[in-house]
């Protein structure tokens, strides 16, 4: 079975300053790798995707994730962070195309002026 | 193209009492997939059909919870008797099912249960 882990519920930052989320998976066979983002009251919205082509993914608004096998993480990051990116963040793992995907937690990203 | 289409968006009930959820995918979109998504978690999955027929539905509660795809495109989700636990958002996503592709999501429907 597969599971995901967020580190931090609760990530704040500076407007302008690099956005760092942590995702690591656990997969008993290779993973799909997905970053969704949830802004208040609506639904989730796909950032990104790693389906095992390249592991540096790029995603929309800016954001990309790198697939790091041997730490078997997927941490999504931007390197200057907006107002407007404010909103919940959600790592998902699925292990085939038809596959539910499985999420974690989710980490609540706070911008700070 | 359309989204997936959620109704409605909210709803109070009291407990024991008896709510359903209706869902449009997008057009063309095989698979459906019904997320419960408690507050302050990650969503989780309920039932996954595949056209009309059901893929995975081993976290649904069956006691209480129901979902039927009889054409395979609107889905329903019915919870009877309610309880107040299942105060969440109840999410919608289709995707189209053949290969690795994205789920979309509807803007879910927040119940809350007094």
């Known amino acids: 079975a597969q599971s995901v882990t967020q580190l931090g519920s609760h990530v704040s930052v500076s407007e302008g300053a690099l956005v760092l989320l942590r995702c690591n998976y656990s997969?008993?066979?290779?993973?799909?790798l997905f970053w969704y983002v949830q802004y208040p009251n609506q639904g989730l919205q796909l950032l990104l995707k790693y389906t095992s082509a390249a592991t540096l993914v790029k995603g929309i608004n800016g954001f990309e994730a790198e697939f790091k096998k041997s730490e078997t993480s997927f941490h999504l990051t931007k390197p200057s962070a907006h107002m407007s990116d404010a909103a919940e963040y959600f790592c998902a793992v699925s292990t085939s195309g038809n596959t539910p995907l499985v999420f974690g937690k989710g980490t609540r990203l706070s911008v700070i002026a | 193209e359309a989204g997936v289409a959620q109704s409605p968006r909210y709803k109070i009930i009291e407990k024991r009492q008896s709510v359903a959820f209706w869902c449009n995918p997008i057009?063309?979109?095989?698979?459906l997939y019904w997320y419960q998504q408690i507050l302050g978690q990650g969503p989780k999955l309920l039932i996954q059909?595949?056209?009309?027929?059901?893929?995975?539905d081993s976290q649904l509660p069956k006691d209480r919870f129901s979902a039927e795809r009889l054409k395979g495109v609107d889905s329903t989700l019915k919870i009877q008797p309610a309880k107040l636990e299942d105060s969440a958002v109840y999410l919608c996503?289709?995707?189209?099912?053949?290969?690795?592709?994205?789920?979309?999501f509807g803007q879910g429907t927040r119940l809350t249960v007094v």
């Open positions: 057009s063309g979109h095989a698979t």
């Open positions: 996503a289709s995707s189209l099912g053949d290969r690795i592709t994205e789920a979309f």
């Open positions: 059909f595949q056209n009309n027929g059901v893929v995975d």
């Open positions: 997969s008993s066979v290779p993973p799909y």
